[in-house]
């Protein structure tokens, strides 16, 4: 059984930045492709970036293009979300979610995940 610790969070000021990690145990997270999620109060769920089992399929959120950064390292069992320029809108919990897929599938739908952490917690504010 696959689970997922998320760390890295915390309060920033705007402009900051935080590096996210998930680190995976129980199972190889090469199997798995990852996606980053987030969710404000009174707000849905978001897809903030995804990553194949591979690393060549990527998906950036339209609203963190440019700013945040997806990568894995499957040696450390670990995927990261390197997060630069925070904005307050950036507020919010962040999970980290994987599931069981080819080498070069991966979605921005929660629907696509089985597996997911707890979240930690990101706020940027002055």
């Known amino acids: 059984q696959l689970r997922l610790v998320e760390s890295g969070g915390g309060l920033v000021q705007p402009g900051g930045s935080l590096r996210l990690s998930c680190a995976a145990s129980?199972?190889?997270?090469?199997?798995?492709?990852v996606g980053w999620f987030r969710q404000a109060p009174g707000k849905e769920r978001e897809g903030v970036s995804c990553i194949s089992r591979n690393g060549y399929i990527i998906y950036v959120a339209e609203s963190v293009k440019g700013r945040f950064t997806i990568s894995r390292d499957d040696a450390k069992n670990t995927v990261y979300l390197q997060m630069n320029s925070l904005k307050p809108e950036d507020t919010a919990l962040y999970y980290c979610?994987?599931?069981?897929?080819?080498?070069?599938?991966?979605?921005?739908?929660?629907?696509?995940?089985?597996?997911w952490g707890q979240g930690t917690q990101v706020t940027a504010s002055s």
């Open positions: 129980g199972s190889n997270l090469v199997d798995y492709a």
């Open positions: 979610a994987a599931a069981r897929s080819g080498p070069y599938s991966t979605s921005a739908s929660a629907r696509f995940y089985d597996y």
